[in-house]
């Protein structure tokens, strides 16, 4: 997968449904009383294994849309076999519920799946009565004979919530008490999702003991919020590239332990948004471009952060100083993860080497880019593709299927509705929040704009930009840019003038923007007396979209010659030289950059306009007040900002490249709670 650099990135992301839970609620929906339903599940290839295994056991599940409906089984299926594929998860939890359903199950999955350890599994089982065989070494395939069980008070000195959840299950369908008393706090979402689903299980937070006494669960509505280790990845991608959202993400305490390592490397982030869904805390992280500085991660920690390593090893990539992660643990099913960090860190650009312990990563200024191996691991090959976004050149990755048993939709929410911006230089954070709003209202979920500059020019440029779903044209290029697009609408090829690019078509939206904002004030503008300061590019923009609504146009411009030649073009407008005591207008628009930039203190026209005028729009953004915004404040004359303008333009900007068809009364409405937002902050 190509993966191209972004620079001054805002994104705005909608992440996919957790994992962990979801294969929880697919278990437990398979042997609760009544009919489960499971709303936006993660569709994943270990999920559809999880699914397909409780068929196998007897469950009826159907998926209709975005919900999984699950009726459980009346009774267990026994002497079967079941293909947990890849999924450990699935292995354990049927391995817990065959030993507590009294019934025989033989377990096993792929190559990778059968040269993974089971002991630390097969103890506790054991203990409770059940009949758990392995293969020599540990392994699978699993030969499980259920029993009638025993209740079981048992230390978990391995720090793994899968052999806690197996337990609890085997528990639950034998309907006998469970104490578990961890050494190390795993994930809860088990015990989330049961307590939730009626049964009767606590955790006593003081000695780290989890009891679930004799229980039935019932069917519920399980909705499933968004996966937080995948979330990471998207705010790695604002700590290194600019700003990103991440919305509806599960904060649960027992998964967030790399914020707590972010924070003391300096990532500047928030958690914003806090509700608890389903017995599960949720809230959306929004993340900022940050300077990070080295950490030591050290053995406790790591367990803790197993799903993040890889990205956290990317951001530790470019942290200023040595970050050094210890007790890193040679295997990760059957990868050497510090030779797949390693690999990944150093083939970027990056600075990494491996000690007998872990590893020790020198941070560089910036990644370089380059080709990656993932070695068939989602998450190292997630994490390689948010490293080459924010690389100098970007570059590839060699297996983008591998990422289907985490998350299918990965590369096209990396790519879909990405969008970026030609300019000279980066666009300021108003316009990015400008977009970014826009677009959230729009209802577009997953997007990012982010910056392109000029520096190679625009023709290097513009081959740059075709591979992004769309993007927008800064002054002063708009010129230039509607030279070198073959295919272009109306305005746009009226005006010569290209602002925004969709498909390899220009459109030109700084006209309209000026309709909406007149609009927005509830002017009528047919037959509204107009003058408009300058018959440059702007300009003509203005002149086009004021003519289409009927309304009598005058331009003033410095240079006779040029306003004599628009004339010849534009045969309605009417031309003024020079002001007498009879210029009054409707309406005055300043097109031109006086105001603003270098030419911040001049005035474009004589103070007996303003006074006679009964509204001043000025196009000039920066500053906001310029002197004839100033002007006509202080004689009381009414005022369209530049900013309002630019709302309005960016809003037809971004229904062009998300092909939504755009209205005044939407428009409008959007910019008011623009404004509400804005007055909020």
């Known amino acids: 997968m190509k993966i191209h650099s972004k620079e001054n990135l805002y994104g705005e992301y909608t992440v996919p449904s957790d994992k962990s839970i979801t294969s929880r609620a697919i278990m437990l929906g398979g042997i609760a009383k009544g009919k489960t339903y499971v709303i936006d599940p993660l569709m994943c290839e270990d999920v559809l294994t999880m699914i397909s295994c409780v068929k196998k056991l007897g469950a009826k599940v159907k998926l209709k849309g975005r919900i999984l409906e699950i009726k459980s089984a009346k009774k267990l299926k026994s002497g079967l076999k079941f293909d947990c594929g890849n999924s450990g998860t699935t292995l354990r939890f049927l391995c817990g519920v065959a030993s507590g359903g009294n019934i025989s199950a033989i377990l096993t999955g792929d190559k990778a799946l059968q040269k993974r350890q089971m002991r630390e599994l097969q103890e506790p089982l054991q203990k409770m009565g059940a009949t758990v065989s392995l293969q020599r070494g540990g392994v699978p395939p699993i030969y499980v004979h259920g ?32 104490t578990i008393k961890e050494e190390i706090a795993t994930r809860n979402h088990m015990e989330n999702l049961m307590k939730y689903m009626g049964a009767d299980i606590e955790k006593d937070e003081t000695t780290g003991t989890i009891t679930l006494e004799k229980s039935e669960i019932k069917a519920r509505k399980i909705f499933v919020c968004g996966d937080f280790s995948v979330a990471m990845n998207f705010v790695a991608l604002g700590l290194l590239c600019g700003k990103t959202v991440c919305k509806n993400v599960c904060v649960n305490p027992t998964r967030t332990q790399v914020l707590e390592i972010l924070k003391r490397m300096g990532a500047k982030f928030e958690i914003k948004n806090r509700k608890i869904l389903c017995g599960e805390p949720v809230a959306d992280i929004v993340a900022y471009k940050s300077k990070l500085t080295a950490t030591h991660v050290t053995g406790d920690e790591v367990f803790k952060i197993n799903d993040e390593l890889p990205i956290l090893s990317v951001l530790m990539g470019v942290a200023e100083g040595e970050s050094i992660i210890s007790d890193l643990g040679l295997q990760y099913k059957d990868l050497d993860r510090r030779d797949v960090i390693m690999n990944m860190i150093n083939s970027l650009g990056g600075n990494c080497r491996k000690f007998d312990g872990g590893i020790v990563i020198k941070g560089v200024e910036r990644y370089e880019g380059g080709n990656l191996q993932s070695f068939g691991d989602s998450r190292v090959a997630m994490s390689a593709a948010i490293a080459l976004s924010s690389s100098v050149n970007g570059g590839e990755t060699d297996d983008d299927a591998c990422v289907n048993s985490d998350f299918p939709g990965f590369y096209e929410s990396l790519r879909k509705n990405s969008f970026v911006r030609i300019s000279a230089c980066p666009p300021n954070d108003d316009s990015n929040k400008m977009h970014a709003f826009i677009l959230d209202k729009l209802k577009v979920k997953n997007f990012t704009f982010s910056y392109l500059n000029v520096d190679g020019g625009i023709k290097k440029s513009l081959a740059e930009a075709k591979d992004f779903d769309g993007f927008t044209v800064h002054a002063p290029y708009n010129t230039e840019m509607f030279k070198r697009i073959t295919k272009l609408d109306k305005r746009a090829k009226n005006v010569k003038s290209v602002n925004t690019v969709k498909l390899m078509e220009g459109f030109s939206t700084e006209g309209d923007g000026v309709i909406y904002a007149l609009k927005n004030k509830g002017i009528d503008i047919a037959g509204a007396k107009v003058l408009v300061l300058g018959c440059g590019r702007v300009a003509k923009n203005v002149i086009f979209s ?23 073009k534009y045969s309605q407008i009417s031309i003024k030289n020079e002001f007498n005591d009879d210029s009054s207008f409707d309406i005055v628009i300043n097109a031109t950059p006086q105001g603003g930039g270098y030419l911040a203190g001049a005035l474009p026209i004589g103070e007996d306009v303003i006074t006679s005028s009964l509204l001043i729009v000025d196009m000039v953004i920066r500053p906001k007040y310029t002197q004839l915004i100033k002007k006509a404040i202080a004689y009381g004359t009414d005022v369209i900002f530049g900013e309002e303008v630019a709302f309005f333009v960016n809003y037809l900007s971004d229904c062009v490249l998300v092909e939504s068809e755009p209205s005044v009364e939407q428009a409008i409405s959007f910019y008011r709670d623009y404004l509400v937002g804005e007055r909020n902050d």
Not at 164 to 170: Q, T
Not at 548 to 556: D, G, K, N, Q, S
Not at 557 to 562: A, F, L, S, V
């Open 147 to 178: 029993a009638t069980l025993r209740p079981i008070d048992y230390p978990l000195h391995t720090a793994s919530s899968q052999i806690k959840s197996s337990i609890l299950l085997c528990a639950l369908v034998s309907g006998v008490r469970a």
């Open 546 to 568: 004021l003519l289409e609504e009927r309304a009598l146009v005058t331009v003033y411009n410095r240079t006779p010659k040029t306003v004599n030649e628009l004339k010849k």
